[in-house]
C-alpha cells in the first residue's frame, strides 16, 4: 500500500521561509513613486520667450517669460464622432441630441406665416435645422455642440 502523505514536508521550517522572504524583499524592484513626486514635474509645453524692447533694455533680450498657446483640439460635427473623452479618458464614440436653435424657431414661424399650419412641426423633426450636442458615450457628460450656420 501507497502512502498517503508525501516523505518530505510541504512547508520550510520557520528559519528558512525568513530567510527566504528577507532575500525577495532584497531583490524586489523599486516602489514607483508617489503622487506628489510623479505630479512635481511640469509639464512639458510649447514656449515662445518674450522680447522686451523698452527704454533701458538696450539689446530686446528675453526676459524668460513663456507665452502658452494652446491649439483648440478637432470641432465636432453633425454626426457622431470616435474620440478620446477628456473626463473619463475612454476611447468612444460621442451620443448626439439635436437641441432647435433660434433659426429653427424662425422656420417654424416663417411656416405659420404663410399659413402652412401642418407644416410647423417639420423644423423640429429635421436634424439639419438644429444644433447637434455631443455627449460622451461613457460617462455621458457634455462634450461639444456643433452649430448648424
Given at each position: 500500500m501507497e502512502p498517503v502523505y508525501p516523505k518530505t514536508p510541504l512547508e520550510q521550517p520557520r528559519q528558512l521561509?525568513?530567510?527566504a522572504e528577507q532575500e525577495h524583499l532584497l531583490h524586489a524592484t523599486p516602489a514607483p513613486p508617489s503622487y506628489d513626486q510623479a505630479t512635481s514635474t511640469p509639464a512639458q509645453t510649447t514656449a515662445i520667450?518674450?522680447?522686451?524692447?523698452?527704454?533701458?533694455?538696450?539689446?530686446?533680450?528675453?526676459?524668460?517669460?513663456?507665452?502658452?498657446?494652446?491649439?483648440?483640439?478637432?470641432?465636432?460635427g453633425p454626426d457622431p464622432q470616435d474620440i478620446q473623452c477628456p473626463y473619463c479618458?475612454?476611447?468612444?464614440?460621442?451620443?448626439?441630441m439635436y437641441k432647435p436653435n433660434s433659426r429653427t424657431h424662425l422656420i417654424a414661424l416663417l411656416l405659420c406665416l404663410f399659413q402652412?399650419?401642418?407644416?410647423?412641426?417639420?423644423?423640429?423633426?429635421?436634424?439639419?435645422?438644429m444644433n447637434t450636442n455631443h455627449y460622451c458615450g461613457m460617462c455621458d457628460r457634455y462634450l461639444g455642440t456643433y452649430a448648424r450656420r
Open positions: 521561509a525568513g530567510q520667450p518674450a522680447v522686451t524692447t523698452g527704454p533701458g533694455t538696450g539689446t530686446g533680450t528675453g526676459t524668460g517669460q513663456h507665452t502658452v498657446i494652446i491649439v483648440p483640439g478637432q470641432p465636432y479618458h475612454n476611447y468612444a464614440r460621442t451620443r448626439v402652412l399650419y401642418c407644416c410647423v412641426c417639420l423644423p423640429y423633426c429635421i436634424s439639419s435645422c
